[in-house]
C-alpha cells in the first residue's frame, strides 16, 4: 500500500519561511518523479514544483526565486523549502508521485498525501 505523509506545515507571517517534507512508502521511491501541488480555498488545486528521477526541477512561475524542491532517496523523502511566503500562498500542499517523467499536470501523478496547511498572516 502506497503512502505518502506531508508534514511541516504551520501559520507564519509574511516574509517567514517553512520547510515542508514528505515521505513515502510502498512504493520504490526513486523509480518515481516527486511533486507539490496546493490548493487554496474556493480554488483549483495547482502545481507549485516538480522534481524528477534525475533530479531535474521545475517551478511555477509564482513561486520561482522563493520556493526549492529536494528529494533525499535514501529517506525516501522530498522537501519543499519555502521562502519569503505571502499571504497569497496560503494553502493546502499536496505531495504526489507520479511514474511518468517530467509531468507538471495533475493527471500525472498516480499517488497523493492528505495534505498539510501552509496559513500565511499579513
Known amino acids: 500500500q502506497v503512502q505518502l505523509v506531508e508534514s511541516g506545515g504551520g501559520l507564519v507571517q509574511a516574509g517567514g519561511s517553512l520547510r515542508l517534507s514528505c515521505t513515502a512508502s510502498?512504493?520504490?521511491?526513486?523509480?518515481?518523479?516527486m511533486g507539490w501541488f496546493r490548493q487554496a480555498p474556493g480554488k483549483e488545486r495547482e502545481f507549485v514544483a516538480t522534481i524528477t528521477r534525475t533530479r531535474i526541477t521545475n517551478y511555477a512561475d509564482s513561486v520561482k526565486g522563493r520556493f526549492s524542491i529536494s528529494r533525499a532517496n535514501a529517506r525516501n523523502t522530498v522537501y519543499l523549502q519555502t521562502n519569503n511566503l505571502q499571504p497569497e500562498d496560503t494553502a493546502v500542499y499536496y505531495c504526489?508521485?507520479?511514474?511518468?517523467?517530467?509531468?507538471?499536470?495533475?493527471?500525472?501523478?498516480?499517488?497523493w498525501g492528505q495534505g498539510t496547511q501552509v496559513t500565511v498572516s499579513s
Open positions: 510502498g512504493l520504490t521511491f526513486t523509480n518515481y518523479d
Open positions: 504526489a508521485a507520479s511514474r511518468t517523467y517530467g509531468s507538471v499536470e495533475l493527471n500525472g501523478y498516480d499517488y
